[in-house]
């Protein structure tokens, strides 16, 4: 007996394609698949967070509807997977968010937007919130720096707890000792398959769409998506590391490492999320979990406002337009981060530890 319909069905499925085995070369589920002969609740979940939803099993499947078999392992994965991410959650009371996730991240989003801005009104006298401020240290006349440091400090290092807890209920719902996170050999191995997203292409022919025709273009847009995330990341930590240990104030001119690093950064963000959002509109509604698709589409969007409201700010910085737009875009990193371990962010952090297991299963099965 399992947890919930959706993983008896997952068993049910595992159950078939370890009988049947044809796809046994499309991705990593199913080389795991077939180093079980049953399925826990938590064996199904590393299954799921293993899968890229590339959609090439349910396309290839001859169980697949209107088979009676009605094998459709895509749908049935994305359906545990963001169950388990709900079961994960930490502080328990807040596994809520995962369900209606697009209305509870569009009304952190504009909270946090509406006190941004409407804080930086009270606080400051008009002319300082709509006034030209040029050169270091410009940033700081609407909100102090310390003020801003601490604001986001709290909201980041909060955010970390609540996803490394999340990451621990994971890995013992999988069963397996804490430890082995440590193992360098496996986390490698895990990193260079994530870093390609290695399983997101159907075996080598690409992603499925509703015209059956598989192509590259959703690995594309999540690369633009996942190294433009990196790089704004490096350009806020090189930033921190200018005020704190060279105390050299921002903003910075547009040829420096903190602007250089935030614009790539940024482009990627824009591309990216904008080409997911449409491979997502073309994807086959067979494959789709679509009482999720809001969280999808929340994480993309707010990435997508992230980007746009920093590089906006980056253009107008030298202008009355400043301060609205300074107070725009921390509203929206604001609601980003702490809204990071409650929606579709959790992905990665889940489907690299699936990785890293999967990792340290091969090696112990004598592959590479
Ligand atoms: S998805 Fe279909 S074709 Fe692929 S292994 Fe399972 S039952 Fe076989
Ligand atoms: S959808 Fe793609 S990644 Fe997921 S199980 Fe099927 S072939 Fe593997």
């Known amino acids: 007996?399992?947890?919930?319909?959706?993983?008896?069905?997952?068993?049910?499925?595992?159950?078939?394609?370890?009988?049947?085995?044809?796809?046994?070369?499309?991705?990593?589920?199913?080389?795991?698949?077939?180093?079980?002969?049953?399925?826990?609740?938590?064996?199904?979940?590393?299954?799921?967070?293993?899968?890229?939803?590339?959609?090439?099993?349910?396309?290839?499947?001859?169980?697949?509807?209107?088979?009676?078999?009605?094998?459709?392992?895509?749908?049935?994965l994305a359906i545990a997977r963001a169950d388990s991410w709900a079961a994960y959650a930490w502080p328990r009371a807040f596994a809520g968010l995962f369900a209606r996730n697009g209305l509870a991240i569009s009304i952190i989003c504009a909270l946090s937007v509406a006190v941004f801005v409407f804080?930086?009104?009270?606080?400051?006298?008009?002319?300082?919130?709509?006034?030209?401020h040029t050169g270091p240290g410009?940033?700081?006349?609407?909100?102090?720096?310390?003020?801003?440091?601490?604001?986001?400090?709290?909201?980041?290092?909060?955010?970390?707890?609540?996803?490394?807890?999340?990451?621990?209920?994971?890995?013992?719902?999988?069963?397996?000792?804490?430890?082995?996170?440590?193992?360098?050999?496996?986390?490698?191995?895990?990193?260079?398959?994530?870093?390609?997203?290695?399983?997101?292409?159907g075996g080598g022919v690409g992603c499925v769409n509703e015209d059956e025709r598989p192509t590259d273009?959703?690995?594309?847009?999540?690369?633009?998506?996942?190294?433009g995330f990196l790089l704004c990341f490096a350009a806020t930590s090189v930033a921190t590391l200018y005020h704190y240990l060279l105390a050299r104030e921002a903003p910075y001119p547009w040829w420096d490492l903190p602007v250089v690093l935030g614009t790539l950064g940024g482009i990627g963000l824009l591309i990216g999320p904008a080409g997911l959002l449409a491979e997502k509109f073309r994807r086959d509604p067979a494959l789709v979990d679509e009482k999720r698709s809001g969280m999808d589409v929340a994480f993309i969007v707010m990435l997508f406002l992230t980007s746009l409201t920093g590089l906006a700010l980056l253009l107008w910085r030298d202008t009355a337009a400043m301060g609205p737009l300074l107070a725009l875009h921390l509203g929206v990193v604001?609601?980003?981060?702490?809204?990071?371990?409650?929606?579709?962010?959790?992905?990665?952090?889940?489907?690299?530890?699936?990785?890293v297991r999967y990792a340290r299963e091969r090696r112990m099965m004598g592959h590479t």
């Open 334 to 355: 604001f609601a980003l981060f702490i809204t990071l371990p409650y929606g579709k962010f959790v992905h990665g952090l889940y489907r690299y530890a699936a990785l």
């Open 1 to 76: 007996m399992h947890a919930t319909p959706i993983l008896e069905e997952a068993d049910r499925l595992m159950t078939v394609c370890n009988s049947c085995r044809y796809c046994e070369g499309l991705c990593a589920v199913f080389p795991a698949m077939e180093m079980r002969c049953s399925f826990s609740d938590g064996d199904l979940n590393y299954l799921a967070n293993l899968c890229h939803a590339c959609g090439a099993c349910y396309t290839d499947c001859q169980f697949s509807p209107p088979h009676e078999f009605n094998v459709n392992v895509p749908k049935i």
């Open 217 to 227: 273009h959703r690995k594309i847009y999540h690369h633009l998506t996942f190294y």
């Open 138 to 201: 410009a940033f700081y006349a609407l909100m102090p720096h310390n003020v801003m440091a601490a604001l986001f400090g709290i909201a980041f290092l909060y955010a970390i707890i609540a996803l490394a807890m999340g990451m621990r209920a994971f890995w013992r719902d999988i069963g397996e000792p804490v430890g082995m996170l440590i193992e360098p050999a496996s986390l490698w191995q895990a990193m260079k398959d994530a870093g390609k997203l290695r399983y997101l292409d």
């Open 119 to 132: 804080g930086f009104a009270a606080l400051t006298d008009r002319q300082v919130l709509v006034g030209v």
